[in-house]
Protein backbone atom coordinates (compact mmCIF):
# COMPACT_ATOMS: atom_id res chain seq x y z
CA UNK A 1 0.00 0.00 0.00
CA UNK A 2 1.14 3.55 -1.17
CA UNK A 3 1.80 5.89 2.13
CA UNK A 4 2.87 9.47 2.30
CA UNK A 5 3.38 10.59 5.79
CA UNK A 6 4.00 14.17 6.34
CA UNK A 7 5.82 15.87 9.59
CA UNK A 8 7.36 19.10 10.56
CA UNK A 9 4.72 21.12 10.77
CA UNK A 10 3.75 23.99 13.71
CA UNK A 11 3.59 27.42 14.33
CA UNK A 12 6.34 29.92 13.22
CA UNK A 13 6.52 33.18 13.79
CA UNK A 14 6.78 35.53 10.48
CA UNK A 15 10.12 35.74 8.75
CA UNK A 16 11.31 32.36 10.18
CA UNK A 17 12.18 29.16 8.63
CA UNK A 18 10.83 25.27 8.82
CA UNK A 19 11.05 22.51 7.42
CA UNK A 20 8.69 19.57 6.35
CA UNK A 21 9.43 15.66 5.68
CA UNK A 22 7.13 13.48 3.69
CA UNK A 23 8.29 9.42 3.98
CA UNK A 24 7.18 7.35 1.16
CA UNK A 25 6.66 3.45 1.37
CA UNK A 26 4.92 0.88 -0.92
CA UNK A 27 5.92 1.89 -3.88
CA UNK A 28 9.68 2.57 -5.65
CA UNK A 29 10.24 6.80 -4.35
CA UNK A 30 13.87 6.92 -6.25
CA UNK A 31 11.94 6.69 -9.52
CA UNK A 32 8.60 8.73 -8.77
CA UNK A 33 8.46 12.66 -9.26
CA UNK A 34 7.22 14.08 -6.11
CA UNK A 35 5.22 17.32 -5.63
CA UNK A 36 3.79 19.92 -2.40
CA UNK A 37 0.81 21.34 -2.99
CA UNK A 38 -1.02 23.52 0.29
CA UNK A 39 -4.03 24.58 0.91
CA UNK A 40 -4.76 27.89 2.99
CA UNK A 41 -7.65 27.35 5.50
CA UNK A 42 -10.93 27.58 3.86
CA UNK A 43 -9.15 28.13 0.61
CA UNK A 44 -8.40 25.77 -2.67
CA UNK A 45 -5.25 23.92 -3.42
CA UNK A 46 -2.08 25.76 -4.72
CA UNK A 47 1.04 23.64 -6.28
CA UNK A 48 3.83 24.40 -4.18
CA UNK A 49 6.65 22.74 -6.58
CA UNK A 50 8.15 19.66 -7.52
CA UNK A 51 11.17 17.71 -7.96
CA UNK A 52 12.09 14.89 -10.73
CA UNK A 53 13.79 12.01 -10.16
CA UNK A 54 17.76 10.76 -10.59
CA UNK A 55 17.37 10.64 -14.08
CA UNK A 56 15.75 13.82 -14.65
CA UNK A 57 18.89 14.92 -12.35
CA UNK A 58 16.79 15.91 -9.60
CA UNK A 59 15.34 19.27 -11.27
CA UNK A 60 13.05 21.18 -9.04
CA UNK A 61 10.29 23.75 -10.00
CA UNK A 62 8.31 26.18 -8.12
CA UNK A 63 5.47 28.26 -7.84
CA UNK A 64 6.13 31.97 -8.68
CA UNK A 65 5.09 32.49 -5.05
CA UNK A 66 7.55 30.74 -3.15
CA UNK A 67 10.36 31.18 -5.89
CA UNK A 68 13.58 31.95 -3.79
CA UNK A 69 11.88 31.01 -0.35
CA UNK A 70 11.40 27.76 -0.65
CA UNK A 71 13.91 24.34 -1.15
CA UNK A 72 12.55 20.89 -1.88
CA UNK A 73 14.63 18.33 -1.69
CA UNK A 74 15.08 14.39 -1.75
CA UNK A 75 17.16 11.42 -0.04
CA UNK A 76 16.20 8.37 -2.07
CA UNK A 77 17.89 6.44 0.54
CA UNK A 78 15.52 7.48 3.10
CA UNK A 79 12.49 7.23 0.72
CA UNK A 80 11.94 11.14 1.67
CA UNK A 81 11.30 14.03 0.08
CA UNK A 82 11.32 17.65 2.22
CA UNK A 83 10.39 21.27 1.64
CA UNK A 84 12.59 23.75 3.14
CA UNK A 85 10.39 26.79 3.67
CA UNK A 86 12.32 30.19 4.67
CA UNK A 87 11.17 33.92 4.88
CA UNK A 88 7.56 32.61 6.01
CA UNK A 89 4.95 34.88 5.99
CA UNK A 90 1.17 34.87 7.23
CA UNK A 91 0.48 33.84 3.64
CA UNK A 92 2.24 30.92 3.98
CA UNK A 93 -0.39 29.61 6.58
CA UNK A 94 -1.58 26.01 4.88
CA UNK A 95 -1.64 22.85 5.34
CA UNK A 96 1.16 21.40 3.13
CA UNK A 97 0.55 17.88 1.31
CA UNK A 98 3.11 16.17 -0.51
CA UNK A 99 1.85 13.94 -3.66
CA UNK A 100 2.58 11.56 -5.75
CA UNK A 101 2.80 12.00 -9.71
CA UNK A 102 2.01 9.16 -10.91
CA UNK A 103 3.25 9.53 -14.86
CA UNK A 104 -0.50 9.38 -16.14
CA UNK A 105 -1.00 13.54 -15.94
CA UNK A 106 -2.09 13.08 -12.28
CA UNK A 107 -1.44 12.65 -8.65
CA UNK A 108 -2.42 9.64 -7.75
CA UNK A 109 -1.51 9.57 -3.74
CA UNK A 110 -1.51 12.34 -1.21
CA UNK A 111 -0.34 12.64 2.39
CA UNK A 112 -2.60 13.65 4.41
CA UNK A 113 -0.98 16.90 5.18
CA UNK A 114 1.23 18.93 7.84
CA UNK A 115 -0.09 22.48 9.16
CA UNK A 116 2.26 25.37 9.19
CA UNK A 117 0.77 28.85 11.03
CA UNK A 118 3.04 31.61 10.62
CA UNK A 119 1.24 33.78 12.64
CA UNK A 120 3.22 36.26 15.60
CA UNK B 1 0.15 30.28 -16.84
CA UNK B 2 -2.64 28.72 -17.87
CA UNK B 3 -6.03 29.67 -15.81
CA UNK B 4 -8.73 26.85 -15.17
CA UNK B 5 -11.94 28.15 -14.51
CA UNK B 6 -14.36 25.75 -12.54
CA UNK B 7 -18.10 26.65 -12.75
CA UNK B 8 -20.17 26.61 -10.47
CA UNK B 9 -18.36 27.00 -6.93
CA UNK B 10 -21.72 26.07 -5.26
CA UNK B 11 -24.08 23.29 -6.11
CA UNK B 12 -26.91 22.00 -4.11
CA UNK B 13 -28.56 19.05 -5.20
CA UNK B 14 -30.22 15.52 -4.01
CA UNK B 15 -29.14 12.09 -3.64
CA UNK B 16 -29.99 10.49 -7.25
CA UNK B 17 -29.17 13.99 -9.21
CA UNK B 18 -26.98 13.84 -12.24
CA UNK B 19 -24.15 16.50 -11.33
CA UNK B 20 -22.14 18.29 -13.62
CA UNK B 21 -19.15 20.30 -13.06
CA UNK B 22 -16.81 22.07 -15.70
CA UNK B 23 -13.71 23.34 -16.03
CA UNK B 24 -12.48 25.73 -18.58
CA UNK B 25 -8.76 26.15 -19.43
CA UNK B 26 -7.41 29.43 -20.85
CA UNK B 27 -5.50 27.64 -23.18
CA UNK B 28 -5.25 24.30 -24.64
CA UNK B 29 -3.63 21.35 -22.68
CA UNK B 30 -3.39 18.67 -24.99
CA UNK B 31 -5.90 16.53 -22.28
CA UNK B 32 -3.95 16.78 -19.46
CA UNK B 33 -6.43 17.35 -16.77
CA UNK B 34 -7.53 15.34 -13.83
CA UNK B 35 -10.15 15.58 -11.37
CA UNK B 36 -9.71 15.35 -7.60
CA UNK B 37 -12.48 14.59 -4.57
CA UNK B 38 -12.07 16.43 -1.28
CA UNK B 39 -14.03 15.70 2.14
CA UNK B 40 -13.44 18.08 4.98
CA UNK B 41 -10.19 17.30 6.65
CA UNK B 42 -9.04 14.83 4.16
CA UNK B 43 -6.41 14.84 1.19
CA UNK B 44 -7.93 15.02 -2.11
CA UNK B 45 -8.58 11.79 -4.07
CA UNK B 46 -7.85 11.04 -7.39
CA UNK B 47 -11.16 10.90 -9.78
CA UNK B 48 -10.42 10.88 -13.76
CA UNK B 49 -7.18 11.64 -15.21
CA UNK B 50 -6.34 12.71 -18.97
CA UNK B 51 -9.54 14.10 -18.77
CA UNK B 52 -11.77 10.83 -19.43
CA UNK B 53 -9.89 8.13 -17.67
CA UNK B 54 -11.56 6.48 -14.35
CA UNK B 55 -8.77 5.82 -12.06
CA UNK B 56 -8.72 2.44 -10.48
CA UNK B 57 -11.55 2.32 -7.66
CA UNK B 58 -13.58 4.76 -8.04
CA UNK B 59 -16.99 4.08 -8.92
CA UNK B 60 -18.36 3.98 -12.49
CA UNK B 61 -21.56 7.12 -11.42
CA UNK B 62 -17.83 8.96 -12.14
CA UNK B 63 -16.98 10.25 -15.78
CA UNK B 64 -15.13 13.04 -17.59
CA UNK B 65 -15.15 13.98 -21.04
CA UNK B 66 -13.67 17.15 -23.04
CA UNK B 67 -14.72 19.06 -25.74
CA UNK B 68 -12.01 21.61 -26.60
CA UNK B 69 -10.62 23.47 -24.00
CA UNK B 70 -13.61 22.64 -21.49
CA UNK B 71 -13.86 19.69 -19.27
CA UNK B 72 -16.47 18.14 -17.60
CA UNK B 73 -16.98 15.40 -14.48
CA UNK B 74 -20.22 14.23 -14.21
CA UNK B 75 -21.23 12.35 -11.46
CA UNK B 76 -24.60 10.75 -12.76
CA UNK B 77 -26.34 9.56 -9.69
CA UNK B 78 -25.30 11.33 -6.77
CA UNK B 79 -24.90 9.25 -3.78
CA UNK B 80 -23.96 10.06 0.03
CA UNK B 81 -20.71 9.58 -0.10
CA UNK B 82 -20.25 11.80 -3.01
CA UNK B 83 -20.69 15.41 -0.77
CA UNK B 84 -17.38 17.10 -1.16
CA UNK B 85 -15.22 19.34 -3.17
CA UNK B 86 -14.04 18.73 -6.85
CA UNK B 87 -11.40 20.36 -8.15
CA UNK B 88 -9.63 20.29 -11.92
CA UNK B 89 -5.86 20.46 -12.09
CA UNK B 90 -3.83 20.62 -14.89
CA UNK B 91 -0.64 19.16 -15.08
CA UNK B 92 0.05 20.68 -18.90
CA UNK B 93 3.51 22.16 -18.42
CA UNK B 94 4.58 24.30 -15.56
CA UNK B 95 3.24 25.99 -12.86
CA UNK B 96 0.61 23.21 -12.60
CA UNK B 97 -2.71 25.05 -11.41
CA UNK B 98 -6.15 23.81 -10.45
CA UNK B 99 -9.57 25.06 -10.72
CA UNK B 100 -11.23 27.13 -7.97
CA UNK B 101 -12.99 24.03 -6.71
CA UNK B 102 -17.03 22.91 -6.25
CA UNK B 103 -18.50 22.15 -3.06
CA UNK B 104 -21.48 19.74 -3.64
CA UNK B 105 -24.07 20.39 -1.00
CA UNK B 106 -26.75 17.80 -0.07
CA UNK B 107 -30.21 19.80 -1.20
Known amino acids: EVQLVESGGGLVQPGGSLRLSCVAS????????MDWVRQAPGKGLEWVGR??????????EYAASVKGRFTISRDDSKNSLYLEMNSLRDVDTAVYHC???????????WGQGALVTVSS | DIQLTQSPSFLSASVGDRVTITCRASQGINSHLAWYQQKPGKAPKLLIYVASTLQSGVPSRFSGSESGREFTLTISSLQPEDFATYYC?????????FGGGTKVEIK
Open chain 1, 26 to 33: GFTFSDAY
Open chain 1, 99 to 109: ARDGGQYSWDH
Open chain 1, 51 to 60: IKNKDKSYTT
Open chain 2, 89 to 97: QHLDGIPIT
